[in-house]
């Protein structure tokens, strides 16, 4: 079984989908991390996109939900808080717009959601990777309230930036994110629309969870 949440940054995608996945005791996918882990190949071969993809094909990347965290692997070594730097977020939407890069990404995604019951999030999952999925969501908020959520957990894990850098960062990869040819973020036809902006955390995950225990009923009547 795969559920999915697609939607821009800072919508409360990942940590409602974390917390989802703690409650109903199933794994967690944050597909926005295995392109971070891209990025910072990408950036390790100073940008040069021949020997970054000579990398990306020799690069072993995996990963896990554990006690509540998703953990991202290169090569054997946890880069998960590497890849929230600023760094790569100002060059993760470029890479992200590969399409050689997006196949590479899919296809790890695609081999481990096959062993497991999944809740995952992108921007393109509903409509381009998990076509088929049992159950979509699109999650939404104004950007000066995602700008707000984002930097305080930026200024949290001690990072030096200003609301104004987070709110250009976030604007930007929404408009690359959407405009892109190879699968922009966009909401499938067929999931349910949740606009966080003026809900609690809470609602978001009790929502969500009554949604899937629905889906999970159906299923074991059928
Ligand atoms: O957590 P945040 O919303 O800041 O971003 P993320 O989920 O870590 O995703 C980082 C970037 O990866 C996005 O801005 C997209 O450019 C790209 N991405 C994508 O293209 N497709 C996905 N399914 C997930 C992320
Ligand atoms: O994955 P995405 O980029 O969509 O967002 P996130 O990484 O989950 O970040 C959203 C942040 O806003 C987290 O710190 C949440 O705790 C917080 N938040 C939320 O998601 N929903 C609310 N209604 C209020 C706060």
Do not use: W
């Amino acid at each position: 079984m795969i559920v999915v949440i697609d939607g821009p940054a800072g919508s409360g995608k990942s940590s409602t989908a974390k917390a989802v996945a703690a409650k109903l005791q199933i794994q967690f996918l944050d597909s926005g991390a295995l392109y971070r882990v891209a990025t910072l190949v990408y950036l390790n071969c100073q940008k040069d996109y021949q020997k970054f993809f000579e990398q990306l094909e020799e690069s072993e990347i995996s990963f896990h939900f554990k006690k509540k965290k998703f953990h991202a692997f290169l090569d054997g070594r946890d880069v998960s808080d590497e890849i929230r730097s600023m760094e790569i977020s100002e060059n993760v939407s470029e890479v992200a717009s590969n399409s050689d890069v997006r196949a590479f990404v899919n296809q790890l995604m695609r081999e481990v959601v096959k062993q497991n019951v999944y809740i995952a999030d992108g921007r393109d999952l509903g409509t381009a990777v998990f076509p088929d999925a049992d159950l979509k969501f699109f999650m939404v908020a104004d950007l000066e309230t995602r700008a707000k959520r984002r930097f305080e957990e930026v200024k949290s894990s001690g990072k030096n930036v200003t609301l104004e850098e987070v709110k250009q960062n976030i604007a930007a990869r929404d408009e690359k994110d959407s405009n892109r040819s190879s699968d922009p973020l966009k909401k499938a036809d067929d999931a349910i629309l949740i606009d966080t902006s003026e809900m609690t955390f809470e609602e978001q995950v009790a929502f969500i969870s009554t949604e899937i225990k629905e889906v999970i009923a159906s299923q074991n009547k059928t």
